[in-house]
């Protein structure tokens, strides 16, 4: 069992920057795969970004070159830094961990099934 704690959200403008955190409660973070996913009102949730146990990552196109995933083993924190905000980027942001079965899964958003509860990002214009 994994329990993820999200912070680091807020009211931005866009061109902003924003660094989002989670907390991992387990004793083998460094085992599993973790991701960013958000939910833009009325869309469904997309994965934004992974990062593999030994930090191989990997970002939609949408947010190349703007975010940025990062984990730290040592402190069970997984980070997404935001960079050049956008009103698009506006959602729901969560956390997601699954166990790892090698580098290529952990891109593999449909097996996420560790989650937090969310934290709210808004991006004005």
């Known amino acids: 069992q994994v329990r993820l704690l999200e912070s680091g959200g807020g009211s931005v403008q866009a061109g902003e920057s924003l660094r989002l955190s989670c907390s991992a409660s387990t004793s083998t973070y460094s085992k599993y795969c973790m991701a960013w996913f958000r939910q833009a009102p009325g869309k469904e949730r997309e994965g934004v970004a992974a990062?593999?146990?030994?930090?191989?990552?990997t970002h939609v196109d949408s947010v190349k070159g703007r975010f940025r995933i990062s984990r730290d083993n040592d402190k069970n924190e997984l980070y997404l830094q935001m960079n050049n905000l956008e009103p698009d980027d506006t959602g729901l942001y969560y956390c997601?961990?699954?166990?790892?079965?090698?580098?290529?899964?952990?891109?593999?958003?449909?097996?996420?099934?560790?989650w937090g509860q969310g934290t709210q990002v808004t991006v004005s214009s």
């Open positions: 997601a961990a699954q166990w790892s079965r090698g580098a290529l899964s952990c891109g593999e958003y449909a097996n996420y099934n560790y």
């Open positions: 990062i593999s146990t030994g930090g191989i990552t």
